[in-house]
């Protein structure tokens, strides 16, 4: 498009283009500007015809809403266009087809490939198979023998344009470009004796079908068309052919003497043909229009080069201007004896055109266009054939004065194929055809068959002998016929044996055919016959009329003056000259049009015509009742328009040769009695001619612009006036309207005398039919006159129209109104109703509203007629116009705008004393006033600057003029104002919200008005009403996109101005202002953050706007702040979070069956609930959200209340049936379902670049599963791509908080377990204390290693302390959000020696639970307990606990620290403690040592040895309690290991406090490693197999049926399956403890005391749960032993220490994650928390690293 309209401007600059050519150019560029402005959604512009902007101040309202209305369906047909330029071809073609009616076809000859070897001939053309005819002439190409163009130059370049094609042309089911090759040399291609040259023989044809090309389907004018070649064989080689094959099988090879129209039929329908490659290439595209016209539009593809190839035939459409004058004459077949030859002649026909002096015509031949004439045509000639069939055709063009005297001349010759006899042959025939017959007409189209004559040279040359003779068998005949004697040949010249047949098609606009049109133009030849000629006439075909339309009409009139003094023929007359009127009105002769009206005004001269003409119109309209007359009448009536042209020319050329005489009397007199007769039969009942009266309706408006200048216009318009009243109401009501729309399109109406006659008529009618009582009012028909009425009283060239204005007011504006009203908005007249409102307002001045108020007779009418209205103008504004019509809008609100401001001065005049006051009227009229201030027209801050200031220019500001008005009159309610509160607060606000300064300071005080108006009525004195509602509206509104800054400062210092200076109202005023103040902060970040792409800042704002709700207790908004924080949430899958956010408004309801306020029932719920009703339905949802996010314990407790109230008080058990099994269900998930811990993360917002909610604070977020440090931080900064992170964790300076960037500080931190109260020194499962450990937490840490004092080289860890941050959160998490701000830190330093015990309970803690672990399930890698004992009993590298030693347990470290003997206590006992831990641990580890472990298992025992006898002879000897090792129940089938803390184990554990010695005996004793009686798990010899037996059985068993089950940091779930079938013979026999009627499976948790459990049912399998997919013990094993791998790879890749440190991260087990990407996350987790769990070995080489 771009392009186009830069090439558009080059020309427009250019300035050569003339005046109609660039008039075209402007409407191509605007309506292509016109089309980009709606595409890109700019407001449409308006223009008059030449293509300029139409100004609305010089526009009447009417015509601006037409031009509108024109435009935009001019660019919605172009959008169609567009859009369905491809879907739909078909459509777009048939559209295309229906608008214009002639085509041409442009076909470009590229090149011929043909290897011919002579001259040749292209004929091409158009054909018909189905009809089996030419639609055009030929187009001639002449080949060379070379294979190139006789002119070289149009080599590739040969085009060829086929005008004249008319809609059925193409339209025809099948149409072909087919081409004859016509080989021009020697009789055949063969060398030999000399042959004869110069031969026209066939030699091939190409045919190519072009239907979808002709029917629009396809249209590529670059694409170039192969047509192939059909060659046909010559004679001597299909003789050949049947010579060799049997005469029983047909030879299917086309011969040359077989007619090349019968070839083409035969390529056509065998659709094959073997061309190797030989034809035509050509391009072809389709044209719209003419010749002329496509020499215009497309002059890049016609030029003086292109051949132009007319049809056969008129166009559809035949214009004045198309002068032709062809006659196509077709050699059609004939059949020749043989005489004395022995084969049949090789017959040439040579056709020329002679005149009666025998003398050829020069160049009168056109054998194809392309080339010049030529004066003799010589035929095809095919060899040896009796019947030849050539079907050849030329065009024979002569001048038309000519065309009477000659006449066509054909010879016949045999010609042979040797030239020396060919030279010797002379023809033998000879025939000719008169072009014009006897009576003066043109040959007859048709078929033709000459009488073929002996040539005797002599005679044959001497044109006058021949002609004497007759020329065809039709002559003969008819002859025959005259004479009634039977032709003989008077011997002259011989007849011949021989036949010939001819046909002529003649395309001339001067020649006719038609003897009655003939007889009509020579009537005075023949004036006897004169009746029977004009009845004739009316049967000439139309072509042949229009051929001779002047001379046709000169000769009727000619007629009626010749007989003026009779009437004999005037009836004919006008008979006749109305045929000629209708013919003219057809489509096909349209363009004729024009020639009439020259004629009339330049040619006609029959003065005393009228008197003729109306005499019989007269008598026809007089007469109508008469069937015979009727249709006459009709078509009288239709052709009215001309007649009245000839009456009033005839008049008017009286009136100027004899001035006025007295019979001028006589020809008003029959206009008046036309009018008589015309209300006569419009009078009578409706069946009665309805027709006749219609046409009546229709055709009369078009005579009253002639006739007002023969008659005077008043006394004109009051005949209109009498002929409409005739009408009966009821009666044909639209075509009456349209008939007055016509009278008042007309120039009668522009003279203010025949207005006056006119205009009460049309009010009356238009009255009538839009007045409430109409049962069926024409509104289409109405509005098309109104419009039409107004529009010409909007005109400054109609004189006075102040008093025509009103008496439309005074009789259509509340019709016009109420119509409005009535009518859907989606009507498609509604929008012209409007505008001829808004031009019946726009044309009232002030006086006419002050008029049109006084013309009602009580105040309560008065009172209807402006509640009606305001209504009305509220409803019309922005609803009705597009919005791109911004002028039209414009204007509707400039007009409203007048009559506002007109209708206040009545309010206040009429309904604001005290006895009239209107409550509904006034809020109807505020209503309106701020629905006009806030419309979006009027939003100029919306648009550009060059459009606001156009508007601005040309309107103004309209808000500023409505606010001060709406000011105004609310100061002028007075004492009324009380009764506008609450309910005008809303429509306030949005008023004060405009961002219009001026506007803002004038309407903001209203809202002081309100509050002072509040505190003086209420009876508290209060302004609470005001307050909520403007909370309220302000909310709604800001939420809505309005409202700035600037709004929330001058809002809030305008109402502290205002307060302060108030008596009462300076202090709650002054809170209702900072109040408002801070929800606008609130309310406007929140707003401004909705459309960011961050989730998380659209929660953190929606938090904080419903935190202020909460204090405010607006329950009714602080809910829908709830749902959108839900479905933030659930976009998010934070269903945990949604889950907590739907219990706050649960927690709003109660347990009861009160019905459920308005405001505590979601917005998207219809239904009407009882409280107990929503809370059960919340606590479903809720239920459901926390299962989605795993939070399955909060579920249960939820649960629990919801069974408790089915159970007690509802008492529907069905229901509790289903609650019970979703908790079991949950119960079920907490132990069996794999549930990843999140990590939580303390994010620090530092700078001033943030958001001021986010500013400098410090939060803590919940992280998401699976989610680690690493991709948390990346998630954040994407949120913020400038900020900058910081390295380091320590709280950051001022510098960096003041700084105007960002910078944002993450790390990791650790939630603070708080076990419950009913866990507390209980074995708990470590999958329901999981739970806690990152639930119900608020406190969070984080620890940082630093040093104090000198660095010891020998021992780190005497000077390491430990730096540990707390973080209290605000809230608990889980929440309402994922995050939330931390409200408080504290910070503690932790010394050596604490951080030392802290180090040893966290390493005896995870070696009890590996142990348990390892225990329990002898399925487990080995390689984690392998490392982890080996980095105990063995440190080879930091020395283990040695270090602790060296470090605290010296003389010297206690002589200094006095005040830690109790920890160092402490720190023994817990060194002692590992000792029976590691005693199970190694007994474990040798039962599951495999060949290639046992060198490290016995280097494991020979360590713990010495190092059992060291630690026992310093610390003492733990014993642990019996009472942990009781015997524990549990469900059928598992087995649950409890977790016990280390420092459970440290405070229910004793300590020996024996000697050295003693120790030392009591260890060699009975403490030895093998009979240990301090070992947590004792593995006695008789049990052994009963329950720890790996043997085949139990192996096969276990992969049969064990489900997957998972093992966390410390807990083991053991599954048994059930024995369903027998055991096999061979299987050995299960103990009695493990049999199926006593199952009990005994675990010894420490010496000496048996943990028993029993089972009284059989073991079964659990069910599996959804969670838990089933999986194989195998692959669960290589699962866990690639995890174990992993993470011990990682602990060795990162820590190169003793192997004490690979044993603190090694072990630390988690749930085994399913999935390789669990896995990989697994690891990534354990890398991760090195930095918090690090103990003091791994600490002091981070320290050396550092």
């Known amino acids: 498009m771009a392009y186009s309209l830069i090439e558009y401007r080059s020309q427009i600059v250019s300035g050569t283009l003339p005046k109609d050519d660039l008039v075209e150019l402007k409407k191509k560029v605007t309506a292509k500007i016109d089309y980009g402005n709606r595409i890109l959604g700019l407001d449409l512009v308006v223009r008059d015809e030449a293509g300029n902007t139409l100004d609305p101040d010089c526009t009447s309202t009417v015509?601006?809403?037409?031009?509108?209305?024109?435009?935009?369906?001019?660019?919605?047909?172009?959008?169609?266009?567009?859009?369905?330029?491809?879907?739909?071809?078909?459509?777009?073609?048939?559209?295309?087809?229906?608008?214009?009616?002639?085509?041409?076809?442009?076909?470009?000859?590229?090149?011929?490939?043909?290897?011919?070897?002579?001259?040749?001939?292209?004929?091409?053309?158009?054909?018909?198979?189905?009809?089996?005819?030419f639609i055009s002439e030929n187009f001639l190409v002449r080949w060379d023998s070379t294979g190139m163009p006789k002119e070289i130059e149009k080599l590739n370049n040969l085009p060829a344009l086929f005008t004249d094609l008319s809609r059925s042309d193409l339209m025809r089911q099948r149409l072909f470009l087919v081409c004859q090759i016509i080989r021009v040399g020697s009789m055949e291609l063969k060398e030999g004796k000399k042959q004869t040259g110069g031969l026209r023989r066939p030699f091939g044809v190409a045919v190519m079908d072009i239907t979808d090309i002709a029917h629009g389907k396809t249209d590529d004018e670059d694409k170039q068309h192969f047509i192939p070649f059909q060659q046909i064989a010559m004679e001597t080689y299909i003789r050949q052919r049947q010579l060799i094959m049997s005469p029983l099988i047909p030879s299917r090879v086309i011969g040359e003497n077989e007619p090349l129209t019968a070839v083409f039929n035969k390529v056509i329908a065998t659709r094959e043909v073997n061309h190797k490659g030989q034809g035509l290439f050509v391009t072809l595209k389709l044209l719209h229009g003419d010749l002329a016209q496509v020499r215009k539009d497309y002059p890049h593809f016609v030029d003086r080069s292109t051949a132009i190839v007319r049809k056969m035939g008129f166009p559809e459409i035949i214009l004045p201007g198309n002068v032709r004058n062809d006659i196509y004459v077709t050699l059609l077949q004939g059949e020749f004896d043989r005489g004395k030859k022995k084969t049949p002649k090789n017959v040439e026909v040579m056709l020329s055109v002679h005149d009666d002096e025998g003398n050829a015509m020069e160049s009168a031949i056109f054998p194809g266009a392309g080339y010049d004439g030529i004066t003799e045509y010589k035929s095809v000639i095919y060899y040896q054939v009796k019947q030849p069939c050539w079907n050849e055709t030329v065009k024979v063009t002569i001048p038309i004065e000519d065309v009477c005297r000659c006449h066509l001349r054909v010879m016949f010759r045999h010609r042979s194929s040797q030239d020396s006899r060919d030279k010797?042959?002379?023809?033998?025939?000879?025939?000719?055809?008169?072009?014009?017959?006897?009576?003066?007409?043109?040959?007859?189209?048709?078929?033709?068959?000459?009488?073929?004559?002996?040539?005797?040279?002599?005679?044959?040359?001497?044109?006058?002998?021949?002609?004497?003779?007759?020329?065809?068998?039709?002559?003969?005949?008819?002859?025959?016929?005259?004479?009634?004697?039977?032709?003989?040949?008077?011997?002259?010249?011989?007849?011949?044996?021989?036949?010939?047949?001819?046909?002529?098609?003649?395309?001339?606009?001067?020649?006719?055919?038609?003897?009655?049109?003939?007889?009509?133009?020579?009537?005075?030849?023949?004036?006897?016959?004169?009746?029977?000629?004009?009845?004739?006439?009316?049967?000439v075909e139309g072509g042949e009329i229009v051929k001779f339309l002047q001379d046709t009409l000169d000769a009727l009139f000619n007629i009626m003056m010749d007989t003026s003094e009779k009437d004999t023929y005037d009836t004919l007359v006008f008979n006749a000259l109305v045929f000629i009127i209708t013919l003219i009105g057809d489509i096909k002769f349209q363009h004729f049009n024009p020639v009439l009206e020259t004629y009339i005004n330049k040619h006609f001269s029959a003065t005393l015509a009228y008197m003729k003409l109306t005499r019989v119109l007269n008598y026809y309209v007089g007469h109508a009742e008469e069937a015979a007359l009727t249709e006459n009448l009709y078509a009288a009536l239709k052709a009215l328009k001309y007649l009245f042209r000839f009456i009033v020319q005839s008049r008017i050329l009286y009136l100027r040769f004899y001035g006025n005489s007295e019979d001028g009397d006589a020809f008003f007199n029959s206009i008046r009695s036309l009018f008589l007769s015309f209300n006569a039969l419009m009078d009578r009942p409706l069946d009665e001619g309805v027709k006749i009266k219609g046409a009546i309706l229709k055709y009369l408006p078009s005579i009253i612009n002639d006739i007002q200048s023969v008659f005077d216009p008043v006394e004109l318009s009051i005949l209109l006036s009498k002929f409409i009243e005739s009408i009966p109401d009821s009666q044909l009501v639209?075509?009456?309207?349209?008939?007055?729309?016509?009278?008042?399109?007309?120039?009668?109406?522009?003279?203010?005398?025949?207005?006056?006659?006119?205009?009460?008529?049309?009010?009356?009618?238009?009255?009538?039919?839009?007045?409430?009582?109409?049962?069926?009012?024409?509104?289409?028909?109405?509005?098309?006159?109104?419009?039409?009425?107004?529009?010409?009283?909007?005109?400054?060239?109609?004189?006075?129209?102040?008093?025509?204005?009103?008496?439309?007011?005074?009789?259509l504006l509340r019709r016009v109104n109420r119509s409005v009203i009535s009518m859907d908005k989606s009507s498609l007249l509604i929008g012209h109703y409007l505008a001829c409102m808004t031009a019946i307002l726009k044309q009232m001045d002030d006086m006419h509203y002050a008029h049109y108020i006084g013309t009602f007779k009580t105040r309560q009418d008065i009172m209807d007629f402006l509640m009606e209205t305001f209504i009305m103008f509220k409803d019309l504004m922005g609803k009705v116009f597009p919005a791109d019509w911004m002028i039209m809008n414009l204007v509707q609100m400039q007009v409203f705008l007048r009559a506002i401001s007109q209708y206040s001065d009545v309010l206040n005049m009429y309904f604001l004393d005290q006895a009239h006051f209107q409550l509904q009227l006034w809020n109807n009229y505020f209503h309106l006033t701020v629905a006009f201030l806030t419309h979006k027209t009027l939003q100029l801050e919306s648009f550009s600057q060059e459009k606001r200031n156009k508007i601005l220019n040309k309107y103004g500001d309209m808000r500023k003029a409505v606010g001060f008005k709406i000011r105004d009159m609310w100061h002028n309610l007075g004492p009324h104002k009380m009764k506008f509160i609450p309910a005008m607060v809303g429509p306030i606000l949005e008023v004060t919200l405009v961002p219009e300064p001026e506007l803002r300071k004038a309407t903001i005080p209203i809202f002081f008005d309100m509050m002072q108006c509040e505190h003086n009525f209420s009876p508290g004195r209060t302004f609470e009403t005001f307050e909520n509602e403007l909370i309220t509206k302000l909310d709604q509104e800001v939420e809505g996109?309005?409202?700035?800054?600037?709004?929330?400062?001058?809002?809030?210092?305008?109402?502290?101005?205002?307060?302060?200076?108030?008596?009462?109202?300076?202090?709650?005023?002054?809170?209702?202002?900072?109040?408002?103040?801070?929800?606008?902060?609130?309310?406007?970040?929140?707003?401004?953050?909705?459309?960011?792409?961050?989730?998380?800042?659209?929660?953190?704002?929606?938090?904080?706007v419903l935190n202020f709700y909460k204090e405010k207790k607006r329950e009714d908004i602080y809910i829908r702040y709830l749902y959108k924080l839900r479905d933030l949430h659930l976009d998010c899958e934070n269903y945990t979070e949604a889950a907590y956010t739907l219990l706050l408004h649960a927690e709003l309801l109660e347990w009861s069956d009160k019905a459920c306020a308005a405001h505590l029932i979601p917005r998207d719920g219809k239904h009407v609930w009882t409280q107990q009703e929503l809370k059960e339905r919340l606590f479903q949802e809720i239920i459901c959200y926390l299962d989605k996010g795993k939070m399955w314990e909060k579920a249960i407790e939820l649960g629990k209340q919801l069974a408790k109230m089915h159970e007690s008080h509802m008492f529907d058990f069905m229901e509790l049936s289903q609650l019970l099994k979703k908790q079991a269900e949950f119960y079920e998930k907490i132990m069996h379902a794999m549930r990843p811990q999140p990590e939580y993360f303390a994010v620090g917002y530092y700078g001033l670049g943030f958001p001021s909610f986010l500013r400098n604070k410090m939060f803590i977020y919940r992280g998401k599963e699976y989610e680690w440090l690493e991709d948390f931080s990346l998630k954040l900064l994407s949120q913020f791509p400038n900020a900058a992170r910081m390295t380091s964790t320590a709280p950051p300076g001022d510098n960096i908080s003041n700084s105007p960037a960002q910078y944002i500080q993450c790390f990791t931190v650790k939630p603070v377990l708080v076990v419950p109260q009913q866990f507390k020194d209980k074995g708990v499962p470590e999958q329901i204390l999981n739970y806690y450990r990152t639930n119900e937490v608020d406190q969070f840490q984080y620890s940082r290693p630093f040093r104090k004092g000198e660095k010891d080289p020998d021992n780190e860890f005497a000077t390491m302390w430990i730096e540990r941050s707390t973080y209290f959160t605000?809230?608990?998490?889980?929440?309402?959000?994922?995050?939330?701000?931390?409200?408080?830190?504290?910070?503690?330093?932790?010394?050596?020696?604490?951080?030392?015990?802290?180090?040893?309970?966290?390493?005896?803690?995870?070696?009890?639970?590996?142990?348990?672990?390892q225990a329990c399930d002898r399925s487990l890698s080995i390689n984690p307990l392998s490392m982890m004992l080996s980095g105990i009993v063995d440190p080879a590298v930091m020395g283990g606990f040695s270090n602790y030693e060296k470090a605290f347990f010296t003389d010297t470290y206690i002589h200094e620290h006095p005040e830690d003997g109790e920890r160092i206590d402490s720190l023994k006992h817990l060194i002692a403690l590992q000792i029976p831990l590691l005693a199970d641990g190694i007994r474990i580890h040798g039962e599951k040592t495999t060949e290639q472990l046992k060198p490290l298992?016995?280097?494991?025992?020979?360590?713990?040895?010495?190092?059992?006898?060291?630690?026992?002879?310093?610390?003492?000897?733990?014993?642990?309690?019996?009472?942990?090792?009781?015997?524990?129940?549990?469900?059928?089938?598992?087995?649950?290991?409890?977790?016990?803390?280390?420092?459970?184990?440290?405070?229910?554990?004793?300590?020996?406090?024996?000697?050295?010695?003693?120790?030392?005996?009591?260890?060699?004793?009975?403490?030895?490693?093998?009979?240990?009686?301090?070992?947590?798990?004792?593995?006695?010899?008789?049990?052994?197999?009963?329950?720890?037996?790996?043997?085949?059985?139990?192996?096969?068993?276990?992969?049969?049926?064990?489900?997957?089950?998972?093992?966390?940091?410390?807990?083991?779930?053991?599954?048994?399956?059930?024995?369903?079938?027998?055991?096999?013979?061979?299987?050995?026999?299960?103990?009695?403890?493990?049999?199926?009627?006593?199952?009990?499976?005994?675990?010894?948790?420490?010496?000496?005391?048996?943990?028993?459990?029993?089972?009284?049912?059989?073991?079964?399998?659990?069910?599996?749960?959804?969670?838990?997919?089933?999986?194989?013990?195998?692959?669960?094993?290589?699962?866990?032993?690639?995890?174990?791998?992993?993470?011990?790879?990682?602990?060795?890749r990162r820590v190169e220490a003793h192997s004490a440190v690979s044993h603190h991260f090694s072990v630390t087990t988690m749930p085994t994650p399913s999935t390789p990407q669990g896995h990989l996350h697994l690891c990534r987790r354990r890398s991760t928390r090195m930095k918090l769990t690090t103990p003091a070995s791994l600490q002091s080489s981070l320290l050396r690293c550092q």
């Open 1497 to 1692: 298992h016995n280097r494991l025992v020979t360590c713990f040895q010495d190092l059992r006898e060291k630690v026992e002879k310093h610390y003492g000897v733990i014993t642990l309690p019996c009472s942990l090792t009781e015997r524990k129940k549990s469900r059928v089938g598992s087995v649950v290991m409890p977790y016990i803390l280390s420092s459970t184990l440290r405070r229910m554990s004793t300590v020996s406090t024996l000697s050295n010695a003693s120790s030392g005996s009591a260890s060699s004793d009975g403490h030895s490693y093998i009979s240990s009686q301090d070992s947590l798990l004792s593995r006695p010899s008789d049990r052994r197999t009963s329950v720890l037996s790996r043997s085949e059985e139990d192996n096969r068993i276990g992969r049969k049926n064990r489900k997957e089950w998972s093992v966390s940091k410390s807990q083991v779930l053991l599954e048994r399956p059930s024995d369903g079938d027998e055991p096999p013979a061979e299987k050995q026999q299960r103990p009695k403890s493990l049999q199926l009627g006593d199952r009990r499976l005994t675990l010894s948790l420490f010496q000496g005391v048996s943990s028993q459990l029993s089972l009284s049912h059989p073991l079964s399998p659990l069910p599996a749960s959804p969670h838990t997919p089933r999986s194989s013990s195998m692959e669960h094993k290589r699962a866990l032993c690639q995890t174990q791998d992993c993470m011990s790879s990682c602990a060795r």
């Open 734 to 811: 639209r075509q009456k309207l349209g008939c007055m729309c016509k009278i008042v399109e007309s120039d009668l109406f522009m003279q203010p005398d025949c207005r006056d006659v006119l205009l009460p008529l049309v009010a009356d009618q238009l009255s009538g039919q839009l007045d409430d009582h109409s049962c069926k009012p024409d509104y289409e028909a109405c509005v098309q006159l109104l419009s039409t009425v107004l529009d010409i009283l909007d005109r400054k060239d109609v004189g006075p129209t102040r008093g025509h204005v009103q008496l439309i007011m005074e009789r």
């Open 63 to 133: 015509s601006l809403f037409r031009a509108h209305e024109t435009a935009s369906r001019s660019v919605d047909d172009r959008i169609q266009e567009e859009k369905t330029r491809l879907q739909n071809l078909e459509m777009r073609r048939q559209a295309l087809f229906n608008t214009v009616h002639t085509y041409s076809l442009l076909m470009n000859l590229k090149n011929f490939v043909c290897n011919i070897g002579e001259d040749a001939e292209l004929l091409m053309s158009l054909y018909d198979p189905d009809q089996s005819e």
């Open 1370 to 1413: 605000a809230y608990r998490f889980p929440g309402i959000l994922k995050w939330f701000e931390v409200k408080s830190v504290s910070v503690e330093e932790i010394s050596p020696l604490q951080n030392a015990i802290e180090t040893m309970e966290m390493a005896n803690e995870k070696l009890s639970n590996l142990v348990q672990q």
């Open 1041 to 1104: 996109g309005r409202g700035d800054e600037q709004y929330k400062v001058l809002l809030e210092k305008t109402l502290l101005e205002h307060c302060r200076r108030h008596r009462y109202l300076s202090q709650s005023g002054e809170e209702l202002a900072l109040l408002l103040s801070s929800l606008l902060e609130n309310l406007l970040a929140y707003r401004t953050i909705t459309h960011d792409e961050s989730p998380e800042h659209r929660m953190s704002c929606t938090v904080n």
């Open 424 to 539: 010797s042959e002379k023809p033998f025939g000879m025939a000719f055809v008169r072009l014009m017959r006897g009576d003066g007409t043109t040959l007859r189209d048709g078929r033709h068959e000459p009488i073929v004559y002996k040539v005797d040279v002599k005679k044959t040359e001497d044109a006058k002998v021949y002609l004497t003779l007759p020329g065809t068998w039709a002559e003969v005949e008819e002859k025959e016929k005259q004479t009634g004697k039977q032709f003989h040949h008077s011997g002259v010249i011989t007849v011949t044996k021989d036949s010939f047949q001819i046909a002529t098609l003649t395309c001339s606009t001067k020649l006719t055919q038609n003897v009655d049109l003939l007889g009509l133009l020579n009537w005075r030849s023949n004036p006897k016959d004169l009746e029977q000629t004009l009845q004739r006439l009316m049967e």
